[in-house]
């Protein structure tokens, strides 16, 4: 598996995480839970940016990615 398969992957499964964290803490009850499970899906979504980011140099850089 190449290093952009697997950066792809990564994005992909993080942007899953991401909306399995956001249905969590709609489903919660408990306000601090609801609380957490936002703030950890908010992490994520900060993060993936920097993924893509970093794919997109890997595709400049790498000829056989284009």
Do not use: W
């Not at 992957?9 to 919660?28: F, P």
């Not at 609801?34 to 993060?47: K, L, P, T």
């Amino acid at each position: 598996m190449t290093v952009k398969t697997r950066l792809e992957k990564t994005i992909a499964d993080a942007e899953s995480l991401c909306g399995q964290l956001k249905n969590h803490a709609l489903e919660t009850e408990q306000p601090d839970v609801s609380d957490m499970f936002a703030s950890m899906s908010q992490q994520i979504e900060e993060m993936i940016p920097r993924l893509k980011g970093r794919l997109a140099h890997i595709k400049d850089e790498e000829p056989q990615y284009r």
